[in-house]
């Protein structure tokens, strides 16, 4: 049946797929909550999906199709958090985010474009498994911790990576290198200053995750934490 849009609906364990089309859609529902399940894009060229409400519950917005998907509308993350997984292809985010649980990032690039502010959750970039994130602005990871949190943003064999100018160095912003360790891609012609980082509590004989330097542009290290214990490496390919 259509979604009705005077009703809201949600997914429990079960995936909702869009249709295989390469045009744009809009959800007919009045809301839609991802409990545990799946929004699967199947979209066979680069084209919009519109959800007005949508919930990450523990569930998660694949890409399973073609193209660049780019989500519209409005997200919020509860406790129980949600993933962003572009596994066949680059996402682009739009919506606005908002809530306080965490949020995760797999796959190819997922690229930030909407406003952020109402958003408070923790950033997971890659799992062990890799992910991606984009951002041009720093404003774009929500609001800033009111107490230190040293993993706010964790990177596991995640890469971020900033196409413009910009300061990440909050001083309740930590951002963590686990043991996959980070990549930070910085656009060519720019600069990005990185400090509060860390990598997680070992023993001093142990190296924790690495820090990993990608892209044309310029990189500066700010560090005040001596708890980071990973190695690093540059690559400006």
């Given at each position: 049946a259509i979604p009705n849009g005077a009703q809201s609906y949600e997914t429990f364990n079960y995936s909702l797929r869009t249709p295989a089309s390469g045009s744009s859609f809009g959800f007919g529902g009045s809301a839609l909550k991802l409990s545990g399940g799946t929004l699967l894009y199947k979209g066979t060229a680069s084209s919009t999906t519109t959800i007005t409400n949508l919930t990450l519950n523990g569930g998660t917005a694949q890409h399973a199709g073609a193209g660049t998907w780019t989500l519209a509308g409005s997200v919020a993350v509860t406790t129980n958090g949600g993933?962003?997984?572009a596994v066949n292809g680059a996402n682009t985010l739009t919506?606005?985010?908002?809530?306080?649980?965490?949020?995760?990032?797999?796959?190819?690039?997922?690229?930030?474009?909407?406003?952020?502010?109402?958003?408070?959750?923790?950033?997971?970039?890659?799992?062990?498994?890799p992910g991606s994130l984009a951002i041009s602005s720093p404003a774009q990871l929500g609001a800033v911790p009111a107490t230190y949190a040293s993993n706010h943003v964790t990177l596991n064999r995640g890469t971020l990576l900033t196409t413009t100018t910009m300061t990440l160095s909050d001083a309740t912003r930590g951002i963590l290198l686990e043991r996959g360790g980070g990549t930070f891609n910085v656009a060519a012609g720019t600069t990005l200053?990185?400090?509060?980082?860390?990598?997680?509590?070992?023993?001093?004989?142990?190296?924790?995750?690495?820090?990993?330097?990608?892209?044309?542009?310029?990189?500066?290290?700010?560090?005040?934490?001596?708890?980071f214990r990973g190695a690093l490496y540059v690559d400006t390919s």
């Open positions: 993933t962003i997984n919506a606005s985010l908002a809530g306080g649980g965490p949020l995760e990032f797999l796959g190819n690039p997922t690229t930030l474009a909407g406003n952020n502010s109402a958003f408070s959750g923790k950033w997971s970039i890659g799992n062990g498994a200053t990185l400090g509060n980082f860390s990598t997680p509590n070992i023993t001093a004989s142990l190296v924790g995750g690495a820090l990993l330097k990608a892209g044309g542009g310029t990189l500066i290290l700010s560090n005040t934490i001596t708890t």
